[in-house]
T-cell receptor, first 114, second 115 residues
């Protein structure tokens, strides 16, 4: 079945440090890939997405490139801020009729220290 | 962007009682809604998928008689936890997608505590 493997956390960085959270996937079809962010006590917010190979999703300084050859979608940010502290989930979906079921990775807790 | 709300945001109930959680799509028609459960420091576990006007499809291991899902309109789905027990305490999150809306939009979640 489809699965997503994420870098285990927690990750603790100082403000302005470079961030990488690794994500790899296995899928039987041709998935779309997503990064979601969850702030404490809240639901998930879509951070960025990519729907085909070599697409780069970007938002709020975060980027991730869909690499089909390595089945990866690593999340990066050049300079993190304290406000980026949250849990980050990598996910994929394969459209099948009207169902758009998401498969999530285990999540990576990021803490940014001032 | 598409907005999904959940109500209540927090609920505390006594063991043996039932609790209803509402999930609403505020500015689009949600043909499909999903219900997830999240344990502390863990990922989201899909409980069920519901299409408007149809019975929900439950994931393996989820008791459909305990977690009743109704999706009677294109903007509202409800999850009722029947005869709740302390082990049902969790964070429940819904999401919705609709015709022409490829992504899932998530609600803010409901924290259920069963005492």
């Amino acid at each position: 079945g489809d699965s997503v493997t994420q870098m285990e956390g927690p990750v603790t960085l100082s403000e302005e440090a470079f961030l990488t959270i690794n994500c790899t996937y296995t899928a039987t079809g041709y998935p779309s890939l997503f990064w979601y962010v969850q702030y404490p006590g809240e639901g998930l917010q879509l951070l960025l997405k990519a729907t085909k190979a070599d697409d780069k999703g970007s938002n709020k300084g975060f980027e991730a490139t869909y690499r089909k050859e390595t089945t990866s979608f690593h999340l990066e940010k050049g300079s993190v801020q304290v406000s980026d502290s949250a849990v980050y989930f990598c996910a994929l979906t394969i459209s099948s009729g009207s169902a758009r079921q998401l498969t999530f990775g285990s999540g990576t807790q990021l803490t940014v220290l001032p | 962007g598409a907005v999904v709300s959940q109500h209540p945001s927090r609920v505390i109930c006594k063991s043996g009682t039932s609790v209803k959680i509402e999930c609403r799509s505020l500015d689009f028609q949600a043909t499909t809604m999903f219900w997830y459960r999240q344990f502390p420091k863990q990922s989201l576990m899909l409980m069920a998928t519901s299409n408007e006007g149809s019975k929900a499809t439950y994931e393996q291991g989820v008791e459909k008689d305990k977690f009743l899902i109704n999706h009677a309109s294109l903007t509202l789905s409800t999850l009722t936890v029947t005869s709740a027990h302390p082990e049902d305490s969790s964070f429940y999150i819904c999401s919705a997608s609709g015709a022409g809306v490829y992504e899932q939009y998530f609600g803010p979640g409901t924290r259920l505590t069963v005492t």
